[in-house]
């Protein structure tokens, strides 16, 4: 299984930007698929999830801004991160998890598949 992350850039506050996620893996079937971030000196944090039955969770610092969605077709994962401020500056993380349930899918604990990360930077 591979996760392959893009989208990243450097913006201006205020501006919008859309992170992808590629799941590639044979008859990898995951529960859910989620985002996480970590800023410099800082604990990765959970961002955002979205399950394979529809359902999104977010964090109370994106919730508004960001809209996670999931083409199961094509297995991307997308977030679309609108109205950045430099506090989202960070690396974002995909991860994806074929197990748990929704109250746990923003624990990076329960995500066994990790892609590499893209920067975000955004100034003021």
């Known amino acids: 299984v591979q996760l392959q992350a893009s989208g990243g850039g450097s913006v201006t506050a205020g501006d919008s930007l859309r992170l992808s996620c590629i799941v590639s893996g044979v008859g990898f079937r995951p529960r859910a698929m989620g985002w996480f971030r970590q800023a410099p000196g800082e604990e990765r944090e959970f961002v955002a999830a979205?399950?394979?039955?529809?359902?999104?969770l977010y964090s109370d610092s994106v919730k508004g801004r960001f809209t996670v969605s999931w083409d199961t077709a094509k297995n991307t994962v997308s977030l679309q991160m609108n109205s950045l401020k430099p506090e989202d500056t960070a690396v974002y993380f995909c991860?994806?998890?074929?197990?748990?349930?929704?109250?746990?899918?923003?624990?990076?604990?329960?995500?066994?598949?990790w892609g590499q990360g893209t920067l975000v930077t955004v100034s003021s």
């Open positions: 979205r399950t394979r039955s529809g359902g999104s």
């Open positions: 991860a994806a998890t074929q197990r748990g349930i929704l109250s746990a899918f923003r624990n990076d604990e329960t995500y066994e598949y």
